[in-house]
Structures are given as structure tokens and as C-alpha cells.
């Protein structure tokens, strides 16, 4: 593997992680949002980063300062992967926004880039034939807070070269890690294969009104010894991408319950500010959520 030069495509919440990590572990990243207002919360994002490195990773100060003068910011996607060995998109689960994304990518980028979707839900082969070169594309799909839960899913589509999947895999563990290979497509992945039906269980457990938000957590939390229920995994994952995944799920079905669902997200929550940890409040506030309270689980 002979990558250098890190393109991250989307500066949202993970994909600033991916781009801090990877600097963190001495490459040059570019990251590209499509405006200076998307691009200037990125770099608040770097500051908060900063820190939880210093306190999670024992980081120097050092450390983390030099991992941040390797990171360029581009609203320019033609000057973001222009030198780029491998690009990794991280923009909405949004098809006609990925599509629209990679016919543009796939005229700008150089010939030696390989693009590595972090789709969470969706399948590389869909954008596959967009990007204009089928066999240097992957899935390359991390876990929020990346720099503790350091899983890297690495999934093929019928046309990757294993050239390029094998040097993916090689990328993955320089950049601290755990590579995990998938060889054939997989809707979700194995994280969430497992994570997504969970947390859709619970969300409809709230919009039937079978249950409220912290009972539900309560529930699981006492009977499976786990240290979060679904609603608080729900707040690190964010409320958007929840939304974007239950209003997908909406148009295909038809279904009443998930049509009530993706409202109930929208005008409960995101219409009210309420994204998640990183706003501050989610179904929990922040930071100093309920079920962190030591008498949460007790009757």
C-alpha cells in the first residue's frame, strides 16, 4: 500500500473523525464540504477532537496540534482530491445526493484515486457504474467515535479489484483499526446488520406509545448489563441519520408506522435543534444525560 494523500468527502460528524484519525496517524488529509459554513463547523469539530484525544487517547498536545496542520479544508472537490491516493466519501445517505456526487468525483478526481464509500445503509454496487471505475471502489465503513471504537468494515461489490480491497484493508489498520474484511454485499454491514433493527425496535416501541424513551433504555440496560440503551446509541449515531434512514425506509414501504416515525424525528427533534450529543440534547440533554445518573436504573 502506497497511500499518502487522504481525501475525506463530507465533514459531518464521522467524517471529520475519519479525517482527524487519519491525520492523527500521519497522513495528509484534504477535507472537502460543499461550503465555508459546513467546512467551519468541521474545524469546530477538530477543536472538540483535540481534547478527547488528550483525554481518551492520553494524547499529547503536540500530538494532536501537528495531527491538525496535516489537514487542508476544501470547498473545491476538483482542488480536495487532486492529490489524493484514496477518497472517502462520508455525505448524506441520500442516493440521488451520493450518485450526483460520484459522476462529479469520477471527472475530477485523478486516475490512481480510489473512492471508499462509509455509507451506512446503503450498497457500493449502486453507485458502482456513477463512479466511472467500478474496480477501484469499496465500502470502507467506520464506527462513531472511531478513535475508541475502532472498527473499519471493509466490503467488496461484485467488481472491486482485490487489489484494491487488500491495500483498503492495508489503510485501514495504518490508521489504527481493526480491518474487517467482507467479501460479498451485505445491506448494513455486520455493525449494522446487527445495530440497525435494534434501534428501529426501539423507536417504534416510542411511536406506538408502547413505551417511553427512558423506559425502554431502562429495560435493556438492567436486563443485558449493557452501559446504554438504544435511545442514548441513538444521540451518539445522531437524530439525522436516524431520520434519513427511517424516512428511506418510509418511502419504500409505505408503511404507516415508519411514515409516523420520520415525523415524529422531524418535528420532535431535528425541528427543535435536538440532533443529538453533539447538539447538546437528543432524547437525552446533555452533559449530563439521565441514564448516567447512578439511581437511573433503580425503581
Known amino acids: 500500500m502506497d497511500y499518502k494523500n487522504i481525501t475525506v468527502a463530507g ?19 484534504a477535507v472537502y464540504d460543499i461550503n465555508e459554513e459546513a467546512i467551519g463547523k468541521s474545524k469546530e469539530r477538530m477543536m472538540k477532537l483535540k481534547e478527547n484525544y488528550k483525554n481518551d487517547l ?7 496540534d501537528a495531527a491538525y496542520e496535516r489537514l487542508t479544508f476544501h470547498t473545491d472537490l476538483a482542488e480536495a482530491v487532486a492529490q489524493a491516493d484514496l477518497l472517502i466519501e462520508a455525505i448524506p445517505e441520500v442516493v440521488k445526493i451520493k450518485t450526483e456526487f460520484y459522476q462529479k468525483l469520477g471527472e475530477v ?31 470502507l465503513h467506520f464506527a462513531n467515535t472511531i478513535w475508541v471504537n475502532n472498527t473499519a468494515e471493509v466490503m467488496k461489490h461484485p467488481g472491486t479489484d482485490m487489489k484494491f480491497f487488500d491495500e483498503v484493508i492495508d489503510f485501514a489498520k495504518a490508521i489504527g483499526m481493526v480491518a ?33 424513551v427512558q423506559t425502554v433504555d431502562k429495560t435493556w440496560m438492567i436486563a443485558t448489563g449493557a ?35 420520520a415525523e ?9 435543534g435536538k440532533i443529538g450529543r453533539e447538539s447538546g440534547e437528543g432524547f437525552y440533554k446533555y452533559p449530563n444525560p439521565a441514564f448516567a445518573d447512578p439511581d437511573f436504573l433503580k425503581n
Open 180 to 212: 474487517l474484511p467482507l467479501y460479498k454485499e451485505q445491506p448494513g454491514y455486520i455493525l449494522n446488520s446487527l445495530l440497525v433493527p435494534f434501534l428501529e425496535a426501539a423507536e417504534l416501541l416510542l411511536v406506538k406509545e408502547v413505551a417511553d
Open 264 to 272: 415524529l424525528l422531524q418535528t420532535e427533534y431535528l425541528d427543535k
Open 11 to 29: 465533514s459531518g460528524v464521522l467524517g471529520s473523525q475519519i479525517a482527524f484519525q487519519t491525520a492523527y496517524k500521519g497522513f495528509e488529509v
Open 109 to 139: 478526481a485523478p486516475e490512481k484515486t480510489v473512492f471508499a464509500t462509509n455509507s451506512s445503509t446503503l450498497l457500493p454496487s449502486q453507485f458502482a457504474e456513477a463512479t466511472g471505475r467500478p474496480e477501484k471502489f469499496l465500502a
Open 58 to 64: 492520553k494524547a499529547t498536545d503536540a500530538e494532536v
Open 227 to 261: 452501559p446504554l440503551g438504544p435511545f442514548a446509541i441513538l444521540d451518539v449515531v445522531g437524530i439525522r441519520t436516524a431520520h434519513n434512514i427511517v424516512q428511506a425506509k418510509a418511502a419504500a414501504t409505505g408503511k404507516e408506522e415508519y411514515v409516523k416515525l
